[in-house]
């Protein structure tokens, strides 16, 4: 009787999860945009959350200072220890975030008003080259004049178009990006806040965690999926803010050079190069063209002298400063590197980008433990032993 109710009891699960697998691909557009739905009413706390991951270590090591200084405190002195931990992570943060937009502002509305100055000469400068070149090339001359007359046309058919009409669009469109940055900066601003209320919890949160991991799996599966969650935290921890220490060396590196060879707008480039220099292998890419094409703008020779002060800026973070900072922290190689990157950068963007090398460790090293496992099972010991030796002998 137990083994017919057991056979009934799988297929009925069975039958039940093709049924909502069914369900989930026939309703798989509705599915995603509750989820886009829900992941924006709930952007405010995933904001929070992020900053609160990044300043827990910072927090953590000012408690531990804090605790050391007053090792006698009370229970209501270690609460106010704490609290003055997060009140002191917080305005670390907010003033790095206040100085980075007032070296950013400035410089890149200096930078928008020369552009705005040097195009049209930049571009006679470029019409007389090109006719020059075209001077002894008959039939390139009549094509460019043709694509010239073209675009002219085209351009003045844009601007012939009603003026209430170009007027409401612009005033449509300016609308959108207004409303957009008001609604990031609004979630910006609760998510400092939830990440208050976040590091003031962190430790009760984990203790629950605990409890519900114990409570769930057995004390051996419990154990393996602690262990693993460690494993993450350290690889995203150590990846996520030793790449941030390092993209502020960089960016600094960067302005002093700079700055030293006079260029323009020294501290707008520097930031952005260690903004994007957070994103691994692209990152530098990313960061160096448009900064390259804004001083290809107001000097040629400023622009190549860029592109090698970068180079050499890139191999000295790559071969010294970075080794330095983050070490080996991912254990992965440089293929998987570029593999990991263009998979979650496909898949979820700039942030993709950024988190993929981490994540894709963490997924590594649990295939890597089940594959060992496997091994161990199937009395294949001297495998492991030989491949650790081979290909990862320190």
Not at 84 to 89: D, L
């Amino acid at each position: 009787m137990k083994k017919y109710l057991k056979i009934g009891i799988t297929g009925a699960a069975i039958l039940a999860s093709g049924i909502l697998c069914a369900f989930v691909l026939f309703k798989m557009r509705v599915i995603i945009e509750l989820l886009k739905g829900i992941t924006g009413i709930l952007k405010p706390f995933l904001y929070g959350a992020v900053i609160a991951y990044l300043l827990a270590p910072l927090c953590n090591k000012i408690e531990e200072k804090l605790f050391q200084t007053f090792p006698k405190a009370n229970r209501k002195a270690k609460r106010f220890i704490c609290f003055i931990a997060i009140v002191i992570s917080l305005c670390v943060a907010l003033a790095i975030v206040w100085m980075v937009i007032m070296l950013i502002i400035p410089q890149v509305w200096d930078s928008v008003m020369k552009i705005i100055d040097m195009v049209p000469q930049k571009i006679t400068i470029l019409n007389n080259w090109i006719e020059h070149m075209l001077e002894n090339q008959p039939e390139l001359q009549a094509y460019f004049e043709e694509f010239a007359n073209q675009a002219e046309s085209h351009i003045n058919s844009l601007l012939n178009v009603d003026t209430i009409q170009k007027v409401q669009s612009i005033i449509n469109s300016l609308s959108v990006q207004v409303f957009g940055v008001l609604g990031v900066l609004k979630n910006i601003s609760l998510g400092f806040l939830i990440s208050a209320y976040l590091l003031g919890s962190r430790k009760l949160f984990g203790a629950q965690a605990g409890l519900i991991l114990h409570g769930v799996f057995p004390d051996k599966w419990a154990r393996i999926i602690e262990e693993e969650i460690r494993y993450t935290d350290k690889m995203f921890n150590g990846f996520l803010v030793g790449k941030i220490i390092d993209s502020a060396i960089i960016g600094l590196l960067c302005f002093a050079g700079l700055s030293f060879m006079g260029f323009e707008a020294p501290a707008f480039i520097g930031v952005i190069i260690g903004i994007t220099n957070i994103i691994p292998f692209f990152g530098p890419f990313i960061g160096a063209i448009p900064c390259g094409l804004l001083l290809l703008l107001e000097n040629p020779m400023h622009c190549l002298y860029f592109i090698i002060f970068i180079f050499v800026l890139q191999q000295l973070d790559g071969n010294v400063i970075g080794p330095k900072i983050l070490g080996n922290t991912t254990g992965v190689s440089s293929f998987w590197v570029l593999f990991s990157i263009l998979l979650f950068g496909g898949m979820w963007g700039v942030v993709g980008m950024v988190i993929g090398v981490p994540l894709f460790a963490v997924i590594y090293d649990i295939i890597r433990k089940l594959v060992y496992r496997g091994l161990r099972k199937h009395k294949r010991e001297s495998m492991i032993t030989d491949y650790e030796e081979k290909y990862h002998k320190s």
